[in-house]
């Protein structure tokens, strides 16, 4: 019986054209980093961010879309937008879902996919900045149920280097896709590597 396997999916490097992109990219190699970004034709997809450590990870991501020159999105618990900085979480591009249909996350998500042309959402398969055993796998049933592919973005702090990697649509094979996923960032290391577990899923049946 064949074994399902991930479609790769075309990318291309980004090159600064925009002034903000240019501004991003300058930023950035002031302080001694390297952007290397590649982007499939299609600006629907999950993007993964992780290593996840540290607060200074946000601002790098804020910083890889100014480099980017796309808009990325983000989700947050419903009741951030209703205070008086829910005009920022929106223009810097946050989602609002609301945590206690926790059942119906997956669905709200992948509603928001639907209702758009381009969104490039960020998600931490840690969910935590300290160190977590397994990923969470909602990133992955988000993708196959909208149909998008999923981006490997990345932040080395050994290399001072973030970017956005490869692109695949997911096979349906989650361990065969989660060990490709395991070998990008295998050499990937956070700023507080103490912090950074393993790449893999709880397994079923596995309590929290």
Same mark, same amino acid.
Not at 23 to 27: E, I, S, T, V
Not at 95 to 101: A, E, K
Not at 108 to 114: L, M, R, T
């Given at each position: 019986?064949? *074994? &399902?396997?991930?479609?790769? $999916? ?8 925009? %002034?903000?992109?240019k501004?991003? !990219?300058?930023?950035m ?5 390297? #952007?290397e970004?590649q ?8 993007? $993964?961010?992780?290593? !996840?450590?540290?607060?200074?990870d946000? %601002? $790098? ?13 983000f989700i947050?618990k419903?009741e ?9 979480f929106?223009?810097?591009?946050g /989602?609002? *879902? ?6 119906n996350?997956?669905?709200? /998500? #992948? ?6 042309d381009?969104?490039?959402? *960020? /998600? ?11 990923w969470?796998?909602?990133f992955?049933?988000i ?5 998008v &592919? ?5 932040v ?5 280097q ?12 989650i361990?065969? =896709?989660?060990?490709? /996923?395991? =070998? ?14 393993q790449?893999?899923?709880?397994p079923?049946?596995?309590?929290p």
């Open positions: 019986m064949d *074994v &399902p396997q991930a479609q790769r $999916i075309e990318t291309r490097p980004v090159v600064p054209k925009t %002034l903000g992109q501004l991003g !990219h300058a930023l190699r002031s302080f001694g980093w390297r #952007v970004i982007l499939p034709e299609q600006r629907k997809c999950v993007l $993964i961010g992780a290593p !996840h450590t540290s607060n200074w946000f %601002l $790098i991501m804020l910083m890889l879309r100014m480099c980017a020159g796309v808009p990325f999105h947050g419903v951030l937008f209703r205070g008086p900085m829910g005009w920022l929106r223009k810097l591009g /989602i609002p *879902v609301d945590r206690r249909r926790r059942a996350l997956v669905s709200q /998500i #992948v509603e928001s996919f639907n209702q758009r381009q969104m490039m959402l *960020v /998600i931490t398969p840690e969910a935590t900045r300290s160190r977590s055993d397994y969470k796998s909602g992955y049933h993708a196959r149920q909208a149909g &592919p999923i981006a490997l973005g990345y080395d702090f050994s290399r001072r973030t970017g956005i990697g490869p692109c695949f649509m997911p096979s349906g094979n361990e065969s =896709d989660m060990a490709m /996923i395991r =070998d990008f960032y295998a050499d990937k290391v956070g700023k507080f590597p103490e912090n950074q577990g790449v893999r899923l709880r079923p049946g596995e309590q």
